[in-house]
């Protein structure tokens, strides 16, 4: 209700004629025709009431106004509605139909206002971007690391490193300071604004944390999660020297790095800079209304004043004049308009302005960003691989099983998957168990899935970045990196235990390192190949490697039928556009059914890409085409480009599409504030959907406008030969007015 009040009040604030038309509503109801100073006779507005005055001062200060408007859209070759609303009201108040003078007044600051929401909507477009960027860093102050401007301890000022980059200052530390571990290091920082980090600092980031400002890293790894920059799905790992982008989300611990861009030019800040340049570059967008508005507004003025002339009765004018009120397209558009976005809203689909309307229906060109858009984003398990020879009783589901309840206290970004994977593993053996299928033997029976109960899970510990273990019913179980996995409690591969017939050499021991690594690919070749879009988790049970669970970012259930939906409803074209790597894109792509894939994009390249397909579909403009943009402002035949996106990565690329069409769960997103359209619930089956919505509205609307001004035509040309008083006109466009609202609610008819 607060929010309402403001909003209203607002609304007040920067239309004021909207609260003022009204309130006049009531002297006009009231006082009409009281008249303190007697008669009197004003040539063409005859002795109007109190109420009537009112009425009249307040359409002055209309026309006045609109006028004033008027003569801006002019010079910048505009021409819309706002001349028929002109011509109405005057001939209203000429034939002295307050009444509808009043309405008039009413319907255009309404307009305004439905405008004023629409910009306050957009200027504040970035709250979300802005928000979600990095506030903060915590640099590191503590003898032994060198930072430009920060005393070290010893005198100096950092900058009397052998180097001066920070790197030999952060090697003396202690080992753990380098890794990102918690220790004495990590622990000596100030936190400060992001905006005062200087190329130079050294900084750590906490687990969960975003990284603030580009960097190098010097930790020895790190997990990042790049989603928010690239839109890949899988955190990548990186290691010492490697590039650390703003934007970057760190994984489960620590990590130290050295700043090499200041906040202004770090990745995150520009991908804030092309949001906002792109809207601001959003060309104007025609709108229907205005469209109509000029042929009309000219013959309607042509027969008035044929009329008058052939007459010479001026009263003539205003007859036709009054049947010229533009009612169908100040009303009926709005209304079909406002029951289209209905639909929408209902379907789960929010738009944000009113042009939306105007231009779905006229996509051609479709772009789709790949993770979280056209998959589900999640990795998912797509099967369990046992190893060949490993001599378990266990199955897939037994394994799982046991993964998933280990992993349930994880977070990594592969547990989600395995954990809901494991769920659903541990009901298929409670139903197994309840139909008498035994899948161990007898003896065995602790096993979990052997029993209604939940497993038992205990002293579970999660080594960050490379797995978690603990005990299932007894079981000791470690899931994570092959060399987690298989390891023994020394941290070597125990050959004799995971593979099979091969014991453990005295070369193996001696070679380290290499050997391990030799062992490690020799079990890889056990299980076979990745695709370049799998990612795998090992599982050993009691020290012996077992299993390779193998999860995807696969794509939505039903991305494919929605893509086919949309080719349906004749979009001639429909591209990927994503950050992540050409060999997992196309194979995303393949099963959804895009043959336009572009691969390995930051935010700036996804843009580039929607603006030259943009340019292209304009080149072939027909002439007749180009004389209607001259003058309405806007091309009749524009091909429509629309990006469809999910993520940070995204908001740039929906902000400078013709249409950016933002999915979500419901909640606030920087692509939720930087699209057009918002689809609510996630459900890329939306996107056809919201077309078809769009393009039915639009015919609906066109289809209640022209036979508004169809029938107002009719009415003109009669009131031209004296067929109809102006009383009766008054009347009579009210009924015309009746007609095109009542088509134009057909709107709502779910018909598509």
Known sequence: ????????????????????????????????????????????????????????????????????????????????????????????????????????VLMISSGEAIEEYAQSKAESSLTALMTAAPQTAHVVRRPGVGVAGVNTGDGSDGSSDDRGDGFRKVAAL?????????????????????????????????????????GELLSGSATLDLSNINGEPVPREVFAGARVMSGAVNGSTTLTMRATEAARDSQYQRILALVAAARDSRPAVVKTADVLAVPFTVLALAIAAVAWLVSGVPTRFAQVLVLATPCPLLIAAPVAYVAGTGRLAKSGI???????????????????????????????????????GAGTHLNEDHVLMMAGVVETYSVH?????????????????????????RLCPQPDADWPGHGRDYPVVKHIDEDAGKGISGEVNGHKVRVGRLSFAASSEDGFLPVERIVPGRATTDGDRQSGKQGEGRLADEIRTRFGMLAPDEMASYVSVDGHLIARIVLR??????????????????????????????????????????????????????????KNATEDAHQNQPAWDKVVQRVVGESMTRQVTMMVGDGVNDAPVLAAADIGMAMTDGTSTAASESAQVVILNDDIAAVPRAIAIARRTKRVMLQAVLAGLALALIGMVAAAFNLIPVVVGAFLQEAIDVVSILWALTALLDRD
């Open 1 to 104: 209700m607060r929010k309402f009040i403001y909003l209203c009040s607002h609304l007040c604030v920067q239309v004021p004629l909207l609260p003022i038309a009204v309130l006049t509503v009531i002297p006009l109801a009231v006082c009409p025709s009281w008249r303190p100073w007697g008669a009197a006779d004003i040539p063409i507005l005859g002795n109007p009431g109190v109420g009537q005055w009112i009425v009249i001062i307040v359409v002055a200060y209309t026309i006045i106004d609109t006028v004033r408007g008027m003569i801006d859209d002019l010079r910048h070759g505009r021409v819309g509605v706002d001349l028929l609303a002109v011509v109405a009201i005057a001939a209203t108040v000429a034939v002295q139909e307050y009444w509808a003078s009043w309405a008039v």
């Open 174 to 214: 202690p080992s753990s300071a380098a890794s990102g571990s918690s220790d004495a290091a990590t622990s000596h920082y100030d936190t400060v604004a992001v905006e005062s980090v200087t190329p130079g600092d050294v900084l750590i980031v906490l687990p969960g944390e975003t990284v603030p400002v580009d």
């Open 350 to 388: 929010l738009i944000k302005t009113q042009d939306v309307l105007e231009n779905l229906g006229r996509v051609t060109h479709v772009f789709f960003d790949k993770t979280g858009t056209l998959t589900v984003k999640q990795p998912q398990v797509t099967r369990v691989e046992m190893l060949p």
């Open 413 to 437: 970004i592969l547990a989600k998957g395995i954990a809901k994977a494991g769920t659903e593993a541990l009901s298929r053996l409670h139903r197994r168990f309840e139909e008498g299928q």
């Open 553 to 610: 970012d696969v794509p939505r259930a039903n991305a494919k039928s929605a893509l086919a939906s949309l080719r349906g409803l004749g979009v001639a074209k429909l591209s990927m556009l994503t950050g992540d790597k050409r060999s997992s894109a196309a194979i995303i792509a393949s099963e959804v059914g895009i043959d336009d894939v572009q691969s390995e994009l930051f935010p700036e390249g996804k843009v580039v890409a929607v």
